[in-house]
């Protein structure tokens, strides 16, 4: 073959991952990132594999292997990891029984990247971004395999590759002097496969809390929030809890619509919009006073069922505004019954706070702290909506 040194040569990682391919390919297989085409021929070798579609982001390399290999079960393709299968119509929604990537893992060294070598300033960016898609073109027992270094830190493979809701098997670890080769064979998991099966499409994660995780996703072209139990989480129930009080707080005009459940996840109506301050913030002063009245409202309901929610003296993240102006309370996971529930005096601390108050005097919303208090005290008391009124006419 003619040497082209914009092509990665295979080296010690590429013999160590094609051991594996040669083993574990099968059906269809996409090879990514393929270089030489050393993987994408070592798959097609295999009598499991009908056939392999090899992709590069470096056009040379492609044309290099075209005109170099000759096998009519491979087809090769130029793109940026899965960029191809956004553009080309053909391609769109194509999923494989089998991924292989041998991707350039060295943290970056120059100003300019060695797309070959290269993975990013950290090592592992162009892995990440490749672990973040490659769900949606698995099939449900497909099977990644990939190589990668220790210079890459395996700590942070392994948290992209959970956050993905994949799993891993460490197939092979080869000990250099300089560093470690680490060849993992990568499925889908129990969970992912439950929330495909019930139709959310292509989960991406969205954000971590302490006892669940978030993912956005899609489920009948709405796009929803789903929320999984965080495996490092100890808190017990927390995911059968939140849907208890969703069930019956969404009766009440309370909280994100939610769609489904199942026994370790819910999802519901993904909710667009911002955090109360931000809203406080941006908006004029009736606009806040509405949002604020409704708020107190929900919060009254719920403190008439017997139900504390034990965040709205912090609610920071746990009331969204949308672009109506409508207040959504989010997170129910701490929800619980109690004799004396404390929703709507926790938000009046919440209010009084020095921070917040501030914020709400540059609006012209004038908080009597002693007032605010002397009338919690006696809604606490008697939770009536007199009561909830008199502490909201001091808002005015």
Do not use: W
């Amino acid at each position: 073959m003619p040497e082209d040194k914009s092509i990665y040569k295979p080296r010690e990682d590429s013999a160590l991952l094609e051991t594996y391919v040669r083993q574990y390919a099968f059906g269809s297989v996409l090879d990514m990132g393929t270089g030489s085409g050393i993987q994408a021929v070592a798959a097609s070798k295999s009598k499991k594999v009908k056939e392999v579609l090899a992709l590069d982001i470096d056009k040379s390399a492609v044309e290099h292997c075209k005109s170099s290999i000759l096998n009519k079960k491979i087809k090769f393709l130029v793109s940026d990891l899965f960029e191809v299968f956004e553009k080309d119509k053909k391609l769109k929604n194509r999923k494989f029984d089998s991924i292989t990537f041998n991707p350039p893992y060295l943290p970056q060294e120059l100003k300019v990247m060695d797309l070959t070598l290269e993975g990013g300033k950290k090592g592992y960016e162009i892995l990440e971004k490749f672990l973040n898609n490659a769900n949606a073109h698995l099939k449900p027992d497909g099977i990644i395999l990939i190589v990668f270094s220790s210079l890459t830190k395996k700590e942070k493979i392994n948290e992209f590759i959970e956050k993905n809701l994949l799993e891993f098997e460490l197939l092979e670890t080869q000990s250099f002097f300089f560093e470690e080769l680490y060849v993992y064979k990568i499925k889908k998991s129990g969970i992912l496969k439950e929330l495909e099966r019930n139709g959310l499409k292509n989960p991406k994660y969205f954000a971590k809390g302490k006892r669940g995780l978030i993912y956005t996703s899609r489920y009948k072209n709405k796009k929803a929030a789903v929320k999984v139990k965080n495996s490092k989480s100890m808190a017990m129930l927390r995911i059968e809890n939140e849907i208890e009080f969703l069930k019956l707080l969404n009766k009440k005009g309370i909280g994100p619509k939610l769609l489904l459940c199942g026994k370790d996840f819910f999802a519901c109506e993904f909710v667009e919009g911002i955090d109360f301050i931000s809203f406080v913030k941006k908006n004029k002063k009736n606009e806040v006073l509405n949002a604020t009245t409704t708020i107190f409202n929900q919060l009254f309901k719920m403190d008439k069922l017997g139900i504390n929610k034990e965040e709205m003296s912090h609610p920071a993240k746990h009331i969204i505004i949308t672009k109506k102006n409508k207040p959504v309370l989010i997170d129910f996971e701490r929800t619980h019954y109690v004799k004396r529930p404390s929703n709507v005096t926790q938000f009046c601390d919440f209010l009084i706070s020095k921070g917040v108050k501030a914020i709400l005097e540059n609006k012209s919303i004038i908080t009597d702290n002693k007032k605010m208090i002397n009338l919690a005290k006696i809604y606490k008391k008697n939770i009536s909506k007199g009561s909830l009124n008199d502490i909201v006419k001091v808002l005015t």
